[in-house]
């Protein structure tokens, strides 16, 4: 099986379409670096702390390393799909296209490993451009601007002390890897069942988008069903950065995040199964 991983991994890392993503990342978070080393970010402090008024007198720096790490993380959260749907909407559909499929199959290897091999290819992407982003917009972001308090705005203002910021990073990064594993896989679902790469891509986009909008659609009439809207759960990871922690939710969100993975996985395995390979 790790044969088989990595010679997966080595048809993603082949593509140049995988590295879209890396460079993304690559270029947009030094810009914001810049932006805060330029100043540019005074306008986000003031947004944060208009609601308070006179009664707010920082006695240290808020524009720091923290501050660029949640800014990214929320802002490029938004933009992940896509970089992740590029690679998952391939998994299966470039066998197809390069008509690769017979000799794949009728080696000695179980049509069971090429499905688990691909899914857990296609985690280990995920998880490699979430590192990524990790590695740019935290670790450098604290190295250039150092540590200090975190304010936030998630429904009301928080502010977290520099000792108490770190640990609630890594719970959303890990947070966030489920919910892009949710995203890869779903493109990996549909990847199984087309021959190019392009409908699983778009599909995919497709339905996060309508089930995203839906969810956040100020109608009443729609609050019975957003509980079966996955989009509902995939920005959970900001719950980590409130006070008291909703740690209820968190399980409740990953449960079923974990649960559609499993069930989308499973799909996939059966319809492959029974996949013909000579038409």
Same mark, same amino acid.
Request: hydrophobic share 55%; proline share 3%.
């Given at each position: 099986?790790?044969?088989?991983?990595?010679?997966?991994?080595? @048809?993603?890392f082949?593509k !140049?379409?995988t590295?879209?993503?890396?460079i993304?990342?690559?270029?947009?978070?030094?810009?914001?670096? !810049?932006a805060?080393?330029?100043?540019?970010?005074?306008?986000?402090q003031n947004?944060?702390?208009?609601?308070?008024?006179?009664?707010?007198?920082?006695?240290?720096?808020?524009?720091?390393?923290?501050?660029?790490?949640f800014?990214?993380?929320?802002?490029?959260y938004?933009?992940?799909?896509?970089?992740?749907?590029?690679?998952?909407?391939?998994?299966?559909?470039?066998?197809?296209?390069?008509?690769?499929?017979?000799?794949?199959?009728?080696?000695?290897?179980?049509?069971? @490993?090429?499905?688990?091999? @691909?899914f857990?290819?296609?985690?280990?992407?995920?998880?490699?451009?979430?590192?990524?982003?990790?590695?740019?917009?935290?670790?450098?972001?604290?190295?250039?601007?150092?540590?200090?308090?975190?304010?936030?705005?998630i429904?009301k203002i928080?502010?977290?002390?520099?000792?108490?910021?770190? !640990?609630?990073?890594?719970?959303?990064?890990?947070?966030?890897?489920l919910?892009?594993?949710?995203?890869?896989?779903?493109?990996?679902t549909f990847?199984?069942?087309?021959?190019?790469?392009?409908?699983?891509?778009?599909?995919?986009?497709?339905?996060?988008?309508?089930f995203?909008?839906l969810?956040?659609?100020?109608?009443?009439?729609?609050?019975?069903f957003r509980?079966y809207?996955?989009?509902?759960?995939?920005?959970?990871w900001?719950?980590?950065?409130?006070?008291?922690?909703d740690?209820?939710?968190?399980?409740?969100s990953?449960?079923?995040?974990?649960?559609?993975?499993?069930a989308?996985y499973?799909?996939?395995?059966?319809?492959?199964?029974?996949?013909?390979?000579?038409?």
């Amino acid at each position: 099986m790790r044969t088989l991983i990595y010679i997966e991994l080595l @048809k993603i890392f082949k593509k !140049w379409r995988t590295y879209i993503g890396f460079i993304a990342i690559g270029i947009l978070i030094p810009l914001a670096q !810049w932006a805060l080393y330029a100043g540019g970010m005074k306008g986000y402090q003031n947004m944060l702390t208009r609601q308070l008024g006179d009664a707010f007198i920082s006695g240290g720096n808020i524009l720091n390393g923290y501050l660029l790490a949640f800014i990214s993380l929320q802002g490029l959260y938004i933009h992940f799909p896509f970089l992740i749907v590029l690679v998952g909407g391939d998994l299966f559909s470039s066998e197809a296209t390069a008509g690769t499929y017979r000799i794949l199959l009728t080696r000695p290897i179980s049509r069971f @490993k090429v499905v688990t091999s @691909k899914f857990i290819a296609g985690l280990i992407y995920s998880g490699a451009l979430l590192l990524w982003l990790f590695l740019l917009s935290f670790v450098v972001s604290i190295f250039l601007f150092g540590e200090g308090a975190l304010m936030v705005f998630i429904s009301k203002i928080y502010i977290f002390a520099s000792d108490d910021v770190t !640990w609630r990073f890594l719970m959303a990064y890990g947070f966030a890897y489920l919910s892009l594993s949710l995203i890869c896989t779903l493109a990996f679902t549909f990847s199984s069942l087309v021959e190019n790469a392009i409908g699983p891509i778009i599909t995919s986009l497709a339905i996060i988008i309508v089930f995203t909008i839906l969810s956040f659609l100020p109608f009443e009439v729609l609050d019975s069903f957003r509980p079966y809207f996955f989009t509902t759960y995939l920005d959970e990871w900001r719950l980590f950065f409130t006070d008291p922690i909703d740690i209820e939710n968190i399980i409740k969100s990953a449960i079923i995040i974990v649960s559609h993975i499993i069930a989308l996985y499973l799909i996939t395995l059966s319809l492959f199964l029974k996949k013909d390979i000579l038409t």
